[in-house]
Every structure is written in structure tokens, then in C-alpha cells.
């Protein structure tokens, strides 16, 4: 069970995976929702990935090491990658890990 606070989202996975939905959701009090249907959902979800997926192949593409990639590898590397912020003085990686 979840208790929903002001500007939480709910239905998010009955929106991408194009099934009905897994709980009621209930007010306690008076509230206002805004409601997204799915197409545009899912034209903001495509959106964002084709934009992430631009800035990270930019990114990509000045790296001597990946010159040699062509645009589809590069492409393919691109969805794989994410980004982290890590405070400062963080191990980023740890020997023998």
C-alpha cells in the first residue's frame, strides 16, 4: 500500500505496458489529479529516449577510442549507457569489484 503525497504519480505501469491497472487509488481528502492518456505518454516517453539517445551519441562520437564505430554501434552503445551523480570524495569504481 502506498500513500500518495503532492506531485506523486500513479498508473504509470498500467501506461506502459498497456495493461489494466494493478490498485485503486483512493482520496482522503479533497484532491486534484491530472490525468495523461497513453499515446501521449507515449510520445513523451519516445521523445525523451530519441533526445537522450542524441546526447549521448554526440558524446560519443568525439571519443578517439569509438572513431571507429559507425552510427548504428554507436547508436546500440548509446541506449546502454545512463548516467549516475555521485558526491564528491565517492569511489566511482572499486578494485576487485
Not at 549521448?56 to 554507436?74: G, H, I, N, W
Not at 548516467?83 to 569504481?93: F, G, H, I, R, T
Amino acid at each position: 500500500v502506498k500513500t500518495c503525497v503532492p506531485g506523486d504519480v500513479f498508473g504509470e505501469l498500467a501506461l506502459l505496458y498497456n495493461c489494466p491497472r494493478k490498485a485503486t487509488v483512493q482520496s482522503k481528502e479533497p484532491s486534484v489529479c491530472w490525468q495523461l492518456d497513453r499515446d501521449t505518454f507515449n510520445n513523451i516517453v519516445r521523445e525523451a529516449a530519441q533526445k537522450k539517445r542524441e546526447r549521448y551519441d554526440l558524446f560519443l562520437a568525439k571519443v578517439p577510442l569509438l572513431q571507429s564505430m559507425d552510427t548504428y554501434e554507436r547508436g546500440q552503445l548509446a541506449d546502454a549507457m545512463g548516467s549516475e551523480s555521485l558526491p564528491a570524495n565517492s569511489d566511482v569504481m572499486v578494485q576487485g569489484e
